[in-house]
């Protein structure tokens, strides 16, 4: 069984960081790119950053391109995003996903979501 599980969200003030993880197990990890995705209240999905399997390639979205950091532990099997110079339009749910390819997918397409971490910026 696919588990995914993030972790790391939280109360954040303008300009701080926070980092996620994701631990992941139920499929061998270091064959697929992975995914973050989030959800702020009342808006849609967003495919907001993607890793091929070795993390040798990434992606990301322009809303947060040079302020969040994109990694992998193949040996945890996790996930992480690093969240820097955070905006309050960055609160949203935070979900970790597995895609079916090696490579990141382009919107994002995803097999498998985990239950999501709640990131809240806010002073």
């Known amino acids: 069984e696919v588990q995914l599980q993030a972790s790391?969200?939280?109360?954040?003030?303008?300009?701080g960081s926070l980092r996620l993880s994701c631990a992941a197990s139920g499929f061998p990890?270091?064959?697929?790119?992975?995914?973050?995705?989030?959800q702020a209240q009342g808006k849609g999905l967003e495919y907001?950053?993607?890793?091929?399997?070795?993390?040798?390639?990434?992606y990301y979205a322009e809303t947060i391109k040079g302020r969040f950091t994109v990694s992998r532990d193949?040996?945890?099997?996790t996930l992480y995003l690093q969240m820097n110079s955070l905006?309050?339009?960055?609160?949203?749910v935070?979900?970790?996903?597995?895609t079916r390819s090696s490579q990141p997918v382009?919107?994002?397409?995803?097999d498998y979501?985990?239950?999501?971490?709640?990131?809240?910026?806010?002073s």
């Open 48 to 58: 907001v950053s993607g890793i091929s399997w070795n993390g040798g390639r990434t």
């Open 29 to 38: 990890f270091d064959d697929y790119a992975m995914s973050w995705l989030r």
């Open 74 to 77: 193949n040996a945890k099997s």
């Open 106 to 110: 382009a919107g994002g397409a995803y």
């Open 87 to 92: 905006k309050p339009e960055d609160t949203a």
């Open 94 to 98: 935070y979900y970790c996903a597995k």
């Open 113 to 122: 979501r985990g239950r999501g971490t709640q990131v809240t910026v806010s």
């Open 8 to 15: 790391g969200g939280g109360l954040v003030q303008p300009g």
